[in-house]
């Protein structure tokens, strides 16, 4: 080998460049603090929605007898919207909260207990209408996929959503409610 072909390959044979570990731990750090900062902002939005919607009056407990129950269902909670706004999230009260939720239809109205969230009652005469959907805040699903119940709270009217473990039970509830509330208003 000639002179000229040795130094060619002494040059090729530098080692690899050193990871500057300073630089990415930085930016590892940068990276944390931006998704912290995110997280806190879209915290402090559910905390000022809760704000603005803090004329939400309490939600009723069950009573204590609330008679025989018609339907039962296990399954979700998805969420409350104001009715007809369907991405109009309500959070006062905690009723933005997701959860698996045990529904109670009795002649008393509609008992929602949630583990781990607030439980409701929706007394029959607050019940407005019950229909199948595709969604409601955060959560779309197939066209009926979704029961939503409507109901009178204060001043408001409420869509709230509910996803059955069995999904072929929801039509039943929607003629089942929707029956006991047109009984309801022809009896007012």
Wanted: net charge negative.
């Amino acid at each position: 080998m000639t002179p000229l072909h040795l130094t060619y390959l002494a040059d090729a044979k530098k080692s690899a460049e050193v990871t500057d570990w300073a630089a990415r731990v930085g930016w590892l750090v940068g990276l944390a603090l931006f998704v912290a900062l995110v997280y806190w902002l879209m915290r402090e939005g559910w905390k000022w929605r809760g704000t603005l919607q803090g004329d939400l009056p309490e939600l009723p407990g069950a009573p204590d007898e609330p008679g025989e129950a018609r339907l039962t269902m296990s399954g979700r909670y998805h969420g409350s919207t104001t009715a007809g706004q369907w991405l109009d999230r309500i959070v006062a009260r905690g009723l933005g909260t997701r959860s698996r939720v045990e529904l109670t239809l009795t002649d008393a109205g509609l008992d929602v207990v949630r583990p781990g969230a607030a439980d409701f009652f929706v007394p029959l005469a607050q019940l407005r209408e019950a229909r199948l959907d595709k969604g409601i805040a955060g959560k779309v699903l197939t066209e009926g996929g979704l029961l939503v119940v409507t109901w009178q709270h204060g001043e408001r009217l409420i869509d709230s959503g509910f996803r059955s473990d069995h999904a072929a039970e929801q039509a039943e509830w929607v003629d089942t409610l929707n029956h006991m509330i047109n009984k309801t208003e022809g009896a007012r």
